[in-house]
């Protein structure tokens, strides 16, 4: 895994790198495997509190490795493979940012293109530079966005703003990605201004913040009743317990709180 994705952790916080610089962190099969390896690696953390998704070298992730994934059906294979909660290997490596029970920050600089542009759409918040060059990349290939984007996109953005982008699978900047909504905000060093945001979210009660990532994801498919079952049944599973306890002392008490994974 380490040829491709790393992981380092501090303060509770994961610092998770494509390191496939020399191809842009282009997507090969070597890539797919590792990115899912990281996910599954980080499901088990409970030290970790919150993540941070960045790529090394000039950009975040160029999409697909063509001449990689062209040899030999290789992509189609990959995208046969299933992951085992109702996606394949290939919807995985977006869609599975999501589903981590911790928040995801993607700082993205340089490039996101096709699956690159699904990665970052997978995380919970994204900051990004203003010059990055994003794309939907897909329909340049004679292909169709296939790894969760619009399962993740049907929620950021208009869906007629969606089309247009797919359609022509022309490029746009961080600005425009801002106004659209598939950019939370803009930073000259998304790395940085992500680290400093995932810090303070690791300050929080990490059973909170678990639950409140848990009630966003439901709140996305179920109806009003639906949301309002949902907070009262999250809401009761943290009220009273240590960590609620602690941050309601240490807030009257003004001190740093002592919360426990």
Not at 157 to 173: G, H, K, N, Q, S
Not at 243 to 254: F, G, L, P, T
């Amino acid at each position: 895994m380490e040829d491709r994705v790393t992981i380092s952790v501090s303060d509770h916080v994961a610092d998770v790198k494509l390191v496939r610089a020399d191809k842009m962190n282009a997507l090969d099969p070597a890539m797919f495997d590792a990115i899912c390896a990281a996910i599954d690696k980080l499901a088990t953390m409970a030290e970790v509190r919150c993540v941070v998704l960045s790529g090394q070298g000039r950009a975040f992730c160029a999409g697909l490795d063509m001449v990689s994934m062209a040899g030999g059906g290789s992509g189609l294979e990959i995208a046969a493979r299933p992951y085992g909660n109702g996606a394949n290997i290939v919807q995985q490596v977006a869609w599975g940012w999501r589903t981590l029970p911790m928040p995801v920050i993607a700082a993205v600089h340089g490039v996101a293109f096709g699956g690159g542009f699904q990665i970052m759409s997978g995380a919970d918040i994204r900051i990004a530079a203003p010059h990055t060059r994003f794309a939907i990349r897909e329909v340049h290939w004679g292909l169709i966005p296939d790894m969760a984007g619009p399962a993740l996109w049907r929620g950021l953005a208009r869906e007629d703003v969606i089309r247009e982008l797919t359609y022509t699978a022309r490029e746009f900047d961080g600005e425009e990605a801002l106004r659209h909504g598939f950019v939370t905000r803009l930073a000259e060093d998304p790395w940085a201004e992500a680290m400093t945001l995932a810090r303070a979210i690791a300050a929080r009660s990490p059973h909170a913040v678990r639950a409140a990532k848990s009630l966003y994801n439901r709140a996305a498919d179920l109806d009003e009743t639906g949301v309002l079952h949902a907070e009262t049944e999250l809401q009761l599973s943290i009220i009273r317990q240590p960590n609620q306890v602690e941050a309601v002392m240490a807030n009257m008490q003004k001190r740093a709180p002592a919360f426990a994974d």
